[in-house]
């Protein structure tokens, strides 16, 4: 791994799950995966997993929120390293 340089903040992201109740529309799951999060459909819920350092975290939950979303769960499945 790579040490930031002077002035420089080191962001380490996490892999994250995050379950919403229901199932995505196509355009709203398409916007997900622009932000390069892997969506998946069970029977009853929606999953997004991908990776996301904590700024990326609170906004997509935000945004989750803002779309009246039911937020099922949310689990760091493993570590990433930014500068990897």
Do not use: N
């Not at 930031?4 to 799951?29: D, F, N």
């Amino acid at each position: 791994m790579m040490e930031p340089r002077c002035g420089e903040v080191s962001v380490s992201q996490h892999r994250y799950e995050i379950r919403l109740k229901g199932r995505l529309t196509r355009p709203l799951a398409a916007e997900f995966e622009q932000q390069h999060l892997k969506t998946a459909v069970a029977p009853v819920e929606t999953v997004l997993e991908g990776p996301l350092d904590d700024a990326a975290l609170h906004g997509l939950l935000r945004r989750i929120e803002a779309l009246g979303l039911e937020l099922i769960e949310v689990r760091r499945a493993d570590d990433i390293s930014a500068a990897s």
